[in-house]
């Protein structure tokens, strides 16, 4: 089959994370990437702007060609850690973190996207507050999935296993930390091509203030999900065209891999071993990209998710005349999402009046679409020019301190003052006003 590469050998490595992997057997009812698979963004249909990535494989060339002297000479505070090429900023919670990794198959659907595959099969990270730093820091991502991400953009000046090296905070089954029932679970969705592990940092921030945190690898969504039996599937979806109905399959596919993940993590059967500490009635989501407008869609679906976040992501879902009444945040770049200007920020404005309940549309000035990721953080080490006006780790602590503070405001009912009115600290964050179509 076309879409699903040689296999690989397999040990510890092929939990997409890096985290060892624990194989579920659940019972319940191709081709290789293009280029532009580096993107999230789609083509514009009818010249629609919509869910806008700033950088494609051009950039991930122009890492190709940055000599390790550059980096050699940069300032001490940029200088990758302990001889990594590149590596995550710490997290700023009180917990160490430990990650693992779950294979899942749901049997009582076919794949979305390959139907001749009879049952859907999910990677899953979990990132998680741990009793103490364990002996081995979990790999970013495979040597193999670091292959196929650098082939598939037609990059061979760097070794095959450049982006496997990225340096993580989290380590690898490290002991989970907690009462039982005593930690909210969080979902991430990634954008679409995006591997699961392009949101490790916010994951590893949220574990380190005492969540457990899955982020979901849409299988045959991206270039490379590693499994367990070493197959690594690609991105079939890549190939497709796409329309606004086709986005609109894609959010509710997602959905329906949102909802088996906690029947699975909140179930009697889970396989993690730290899954009585989960608190089934403090779960919420956020999504990048596709990923945050699946958000939505996956809250219609399931009323478990008690609150979300599309960040950058625009929306084909529509939530219906009921509306929808839980929390809501939306959190995006100003060049796409200002209310009034474009048809991107128009899908906002069509879900903003259905929302019911708590909600805040915010923007960051300066960021671009991977400000808000780990790509935003990683290529300003290596010192390449994104397009962003604010430096990726300024983007990701304000991502990680917005969406941690809407996090503990309606899962843990503490008071955000931050999420009412514009920051000093954080002069960047803009509110937005959408019935007068202000940001300020």
């Keep these: 089959m076309g879409h699903v590469t040689e296999p690989v050998e397999t040990d510890s490595r092929y939990g997409g994370a890096g985290a060892s992997v624990h194989i579920a057997k659940i019972t319940v009812g191709g081709a290789v990437a293009k280029r532009g698979a580096f993107c999230s963004r789609r083509p514009a249909p009818q010249g629609r702007i919509l869910r806008g990535g700033a950088v494609a494989v051009g950039l991930l060339a122009i890492m190709a060609t940055t000599s390790v002297a550059s980096a050699q000479s940069a300032p001490a505070s940029s200088v990758p850690a302990s001889g990594s090429t590149t590596y995550l900023p710490k997290p700023t919670g009180s917990h160490p973190v430990g990650t693992t990794s779950l294979y899942l198959k749901d049997t009582s659907r076919p794949d979305p996207w390959v139907p001749s595959v009879k049952a859907r099969e999910l990677m899953v990270s979990l990132w998680y507050p741990a009793k103490s730093p364990g002996r081995k820091r979990a790999p970013y991502m495979t040597p193999k999935e670091s292959e196929l991400l650098l082939k598939s953009g037609k990059i061979n000046s760097v070794p095959a296993d450049t982006l496997s090296k990225t340096r993580t905070n989290a380590f690898t089954d490290a002991s989970p930390a907690g009462r039982k029932h005593g930690l909210p679970l969080i979902v991430l969705s990634p954008g679409h091509t995006k591997p699961r592990t392009e949101l490790t940092a916010l994951a590893e ?69 730290g899954t009585r500490l989960i608190d089934p009635s403090r779960i919420a989501m956020a999504g990048h990209s596709a990923g945050g407008a699946s ?23 529509r939530i219906p005349g009921s509306g929808l009444a839980r929390p809501f945040l939306f959190l995006g770049k100003p060049s796409t999402y200002t209310p009034g200007q474009g048809d991107a920020a128009d899908t906002w404005e069509r879900d903003w009046k259905q929302l019911k309940g708590w909600k805040r549309w915010l923007l960051v000035t300066g960021a671009e679409h991977t400000s808000f990721t780990d790509l935003g953080v990683l290529v300003d080490q290596i010192g390449i020019d994104d397009g962003a006006d604010i430096s990726g780790a300024r983007a990701m602590e304000i ?30 964050v803009t509110h937005c006003t959408v019935e007068t179509k202000t940001c300020r």
């Design 399 to 428: 991502t990680r301190r917005y969406v941690s503070a809407f996090f503990d405001l309606h899962l843990r009912k503490k008071p955000q003052p931050l999420l009412d009115k514009p920051s000093t600290r954080y002069p960047e």
């Design 205 to 273: 921030d949220l574990a380190s203030r005492g969540y457990v945190v899955a982020a979901i690898d849409h299988t045959y969504e991206n270039v490379a999900t590693t499994f367990p039996d070493g197959r690594v599937t690609t991105c079939v979806t890549c190939e497709i065209n796409k329309n606004p109905a086709w986005w609109e399959k894609l959010a509710k596919s997602r959905a329906a891999d949102v909802s088996f993940v906690l029947d699975q993590l909140t179930g009697s059967h889970s396989q993690w071993k």
């Design 295 to 317: 958000t939505i869609a996956a809250m219609l679906k399931d009323s478990r998710i008690r609150a979300g976040i599309d960040i950058d992501g625009t929306t084909e879902v």
